[in-house]
């Protein structure tokens, strides 16, 4: 069983489409978030969800609207792509905020922007 | 944000020798600290962990070494095996879960 499964794998697709990722965990954890890891393998928080809220926004331009239905699921819808947003987008899960707990992270979307 | 740094972005060792990896970090506040290994195509794996109230933790071939009067944390892990090829990521923490990655180090294990 895969412990944090993000969907799809690869997407490639236009700039200016609207497009959406979904990550779903299985190990009962309170906290998800969505990182971006660019070109150079840099890793960077986008959002941070407690329990279905929104704890942490890094700046992060309103294209992107995260959104979790229930503390299993946390998807990332993006409008208007851009060129930029170009890069790979992590899922991960911990047990609980504030905790300081280690982080499992899903296997990965490659979005690529033309 | 956090600077979590890497001394050197780019290893080769032979398999067998033993794989020192450095990372920086200047947030003095931080208490807790992980590296990750992540292979081509995948994501992030966890190898090991370590609070700020130790100096070192031991894991199956890998060792963890905090000094926090310089800020410095490294990974050592003996007889790298070829299977051990990837990037390798340290993260801080403070506060709870608010991580920040350095930019990774590339391991290669030539035969």
């Known amino acids: 069983d895969t412990a944090v499964s993000q969907t799809p794998k690869y997407l490639v697709t236009q700039m200016g489409n609207d497009k959406s990722i979904k990550c779903e965990q299985n190990?009962?954890?309170?906290?998800m978030y969505w990182y971006k890891q660019d070109s150079k393998k840099f890793l960077k928080i986008m959002f941070s969800y407690n329990n279905k809220e929104l704890i942490i926004n890094e700046t992060v331009p309103n294209r992107f609207s995260p959104k979790s239905p229930d503390k299993a699921h946390l998807n990332l819808h993006i409008n208007s792509l851009e060129l930029g947003d170009s890069a790979v987008y992590f899922c991960?899960?911990?047990?609980?905020?504030?905790?300081?707990?280690?982080?499992?992270f899903g296997s990965g979307t490659q979005l690529s922007v033309l | 944000g956090e600077s979590v740094g890497l001394h050197l972005p780019t290893l080769s060792v032979q398999e067998g020798d033993n794989s020192i990896i450095n990372c920086a970090y200047s947030?003095?506040?931080?208490?807790?600290f992980i590296w990750y290994k992540q292979e081509s195509g995948k994501g992030p794996q966890f190898i090991i962990d370590?609070?700020?109230?130790?100096d070192k933790r031991q894991g199956q071939r890998v060792t963890v070494l905090l000094n926090k009067t310089v800020k410095h944390l490294s990974l050592q892990i003996a007889a790298t095996q070829p299977g051990d090829s990837a990037v390798y990521f340290c993260?801080?923490?403070?506060?709870?879960?608010?991580?920040?990655f350095g930019t990774g180090t590339s391991l290669t294990v030539i035969p």
């Open positions: 947030n003095s506040a931080s208490d807790y």
């Open positions: 370590i609070r700020s109230n130790m």
């Open positions: 190990l009962g954890h309170d906290t």
């Open positions: 991960a899960s911990s047990p609980r905020w504030g905790a300081s707990e280690k982080l499992f």
């Open positions: 993260a801080e923490a403070n506060t709870g879960n608010q991580f920040y």
